[in-house]
């Protein structure tokens, strides 16, 4: 006899977590089933290396939203961040430049290498901030249908256009971002390219794009709106990014919520138009009238439903949505922090830089999308490592350090052989780069998992390893997230919803797709 829920989650990421925690707030007897052995999706810690703790995905606190913190009461559930120092970037020649929340030392750095940088920068950094304050109210939004098919996509356009009617003139900064090459927008204010780089750099983490790629812009503002604006603090997480699963989950539990790990979904289960349960691999059969789906819409849509039950324009949309990955992790249990020959601690003003960015410059960063886009990895791949070990002592073993890092590009399907056999070259290629910095820092290697894209893939399921299940690019957003006309989390099948990163807003670890959905949900239950 199948078991019976109000409400099945599937995939234990942090927003399906999310998801499953507000539906149990609200009294729904509610299920996560999670394919791996440990809950936590892409923001899980695992010992790999006996004795180390690697945050195996994401990274770095940097999105998770202040109200999903609040409301689920996270610190009382373990969740605490740690300070991550100001952003420090190396370059060729010895020098570096620091990035730092503080505007005016920011823009002391930018002078080293141009007056009039410097000068552009507070104006910049206010315009920037006031467009990013316009996509964090957004967040919390649940897109509209902007063609106006029936009545209610009309009064919700409606209702979203008169909300913002204040925004005025500051759409076309929206346009902007959604539309220019992060170079071209940056040029706008910057002349520097080292200057550019240090902002150009998030327009290719963890998509194929490079700075001169038309809107590679929105992707600068997608990161720093949350690293560098407060949005819930950012820095390390104390016990490694799987600490804020860990927290998401126990508040769930308290309100009753369950969770079932080592359970592969391989079918939704629908009658009559609509979802009825899911079906697992061992054959077990689990019913509910609610079933909201934290995997990629790509998975959901074309792998786990019957033929035929969808619309046809609503599936070639959905073929259409493109997951193209080319982001790589290096996790390393190392004798010692890598040691930059171009970092004083007296003259940056810290002790250590934990957080990295290598990427000198507009070129060299326009040029490992070059080497990407024809299917080889980055003969200079730009990299982010991080040494949360600094900061955090439970990660580690005494005098020895946790490393992670992360950078791009290495296309999901190489040009030439295949990663299984040509993997230990590219990762002698991108010691290589790190060792150029920090010299000698590859010697003190004690082991290290490697992950592209086909294992980011087979890992957590994400077609073609996207960290963001699929292209954070203006036809991928929003109105359009994963579909036009499905924006609003749920799906042609009545009782199926999405809440996962193919959902507005994308991806990073928010836990705002999760809430969104959960609220919808919620919402249709009392029609």
């Known amino acids: ?39 936590g999706g892409a923001a899980v810690t695992e010992e790999t290396v006996p004795g180390f703790r690697f945050s195996t995905f994401s990274y770095l606190m940097s999105l998770l939203h202040p109200k999903v913190i609040a409301e689920l009461d996270l610190r009382r559930h ?19 430049i620091v990035f730092s929340d503080d505007v005016a030392r920011t823009q002391r750095e930018f002078a080293r ?59 076309f900064r929206l346009i902007d971002l959604m539309t220019m090459s992060a170079d071209a927008y ?8 080292h200057v550019k780089a240090v902002l150009a750099y998030y327009c290719g983490i963890g998509t194929l794009a490079g700075p001169k790629t038309p ?62 349960g899911v079906t697992l691999a061992d054959g077990t059969r689990i019913e509910a009238p609610i079933v909201a ?37 290096i996790n390393i249990a190392c004798e010692r922090l890598p ?61 020895k350090h946790v490393v992670h890092l992360f950078g791009g590009h290495a296309p999901y399907t190489l040009a030439e052989g295949d990663w299984e056999t040509r993997k230990p070259e590219f990762v002698r290629n991108v010691l290589r780069v790190i060792d150029s910095h920090a010299p000698g820092f590859s010697d003190g290697i004690i082991d290290m998992q490697v992950l592209v894209p086909p294992d980011i893939e087979a890992k957590i399921g994400s077609p073609h390893g996207h960290i963001f299940h699929g292209e954070l690019s203006a036809d991928q957003l929003f109105f359009a997230r994963p579909a036009p006309h499905w924006a609003d989390y ?24 999760g809430h969104n959905a959960a609220r919808e949900i919620l919402k249709d239950r009392r029609k």
């Not at 969740?79 to 020098?95: I, K, Q, R, T």
């Not at 600068?220 to 998401?248: D, K, P, Y």
């Open 1 to 39: 006899m199948a078991e019976r829920y109000d409400a099945v989650i599937v995939g234990g990421g942090h927003n399906g977590l999310t998801c499953g925690a507000y539906l149990a707030r609200a009294g729904l007897r509610t299920l996560v089933l999670e394919r791996r052995d440990v809950v």
């Open 78 to 96: 373990g969740f605490e961040v740690l300070p991550a120092s100001d952003m420090f970037s190396p370059l060729p020649d010895g020098n570096h």
């Open 113 to 171: 290498f141009s007056a009039r940088d410097a000068e552009s920068y507070p104006a910049f950094d206010r315009y920037l901030t006031e467009s990013a304050n316009i996509v964090r109210k957004l967040l919390l939004e649940t897109p509209p249908d902007p063609s106006c098919r029936d009545w209610r996509s009309f009064r919700d356009t409606a209702k979203l256009l008169w909300k913002y009617r204040r925004v005025g003139d500051k759409l």
């Open 186 to 193: 940056l040029s706008e204010w910057f002349e520097d390219t």
């Open 215 to 276: 809107g590679s812009a929105y992707v600068i503002m997608h990161h720093v709106m949350g690293e560098h604006a407060g949005a819930g603090g950012w820095g390390f997480v104390r016990g490694g990014m799987g600490t804020i699963t860990q927290a998401i989950a126990a508040a769930g539990r308290e309100k009753g919520m369950q969770i079932r790990t080592g359970a592969e979904v391989i079918a939704i289960d629908t009658a009559g138009g609509r979802a009825t």
């Open 293 to 329: 789906c934290n995997i990629s819409a790509k998975v959901v849509f074309l792998k786990l439903l019957p033929d035929g039950v969808l619309p046809a324009d609503f599936v070639r949309d959905l073929r259409g949505y493109r997951t193209y990955s080319a982001a790589f992790k």
């Open 339 to 399: 040691h930059y020959t171009s970092f004083d601690p007296d003259v940056c003003g810290f002790a250590y830089p934990t957080y990295t960015h290598i990427g000198p410059s507009i070129e060299y960063l326009e040029r490992a999308y070059d080497d990407a886009k024809w299917g080889n990895w980055s003969r200079d791949p730009f990299i982010t490592p991080v040494a949360p070990s600094f900061v955090d002592d439970t990660v580690a073993p005494p005098g």
């Open 490 to 513: 749920r799906s042609p099948i009545r009782g199926l919803y999405q809440c996962g990163s193919s959902a507005h807003p994308g991806g990073g670890v928010g836990a705002v797709a």
